[in-house]
């Protein structure tokens, strides 16, 4: 029976109001929380892909208005003005374990 790694890949927007927009691209797995370099959901989808995650699922997060959590804490590390971020969707990824 072939065994697999999960994780998830998160897009938030940082709130405009707080003067720093944009989209935000995390990914939860194994190995950690970690912000893609990319904000573009095709090259993350590639990056990943190349990395051997299958990609699924998407759904709505919700949008709320998040100002502390993990994702939030990351984005706020990279751009400092960021004062709230509003998560848009995420997707289920899965790979073959290593």
Same mark, same amino acid.
Request: charged share 20%; net charge neutral; glycine share 12%.
């Given at each position: 029976?072939?065994?697999?790694?999960?994780?998830?890949?998160?897009?938030?927007? #940082?709130?405009?109001?707080? *003067? !720093?927009? /944009?989209?935000? +691209?995390?990914?939860?797995?194994?190995? %950690?929380?970690? @912000?893609?370099?990319?904000?573009?959901?095709?090259? #993350?989808?590639?990056f990943? *892909? !190349?990395? /051997?995650?299958? +990609?699924?699922?998407?759904?709505?997060? %919700?949008?709320? @208005?998040?100002?502390?959590g993990?994702?939030?804490?990351?984005?706020?590390?990279?751009?400092?003005?960021?004062?709230? +971020?509003?998560?848009?969707?995420?997707?289920?990824?899965?790979?073959?374990?290593?």
């Amino acid at each position: 029976m072939e065994k697999w790694e999960y994780g998830y890949m998160y897009i938030a927007r #940082a709130d405009e109001t707080y *003067g !720093a927009a /944009g989209e935000f +691209i995390a990914v939860a797995d194994a190995s %950690g929380t970690r @912000l893609l370099t990319t904000r573009n959901r095709l090259n #993350a989808l590639n990056f990943l *892909g !190349a990395e /051997g995650w299958i +990609i699924s699922d998407s759904r709505d997060a %919700g949008g709320g @208005l998040f100002q502390s959590g993990w994702m939030y804490d990351l984005i706020k590390q990279e751009n400092p003005k960021v004062g709230g +971020i509003r998560l848009n969707s995420s997707y289920f990824m899965r790979r073959p374990s290593t």
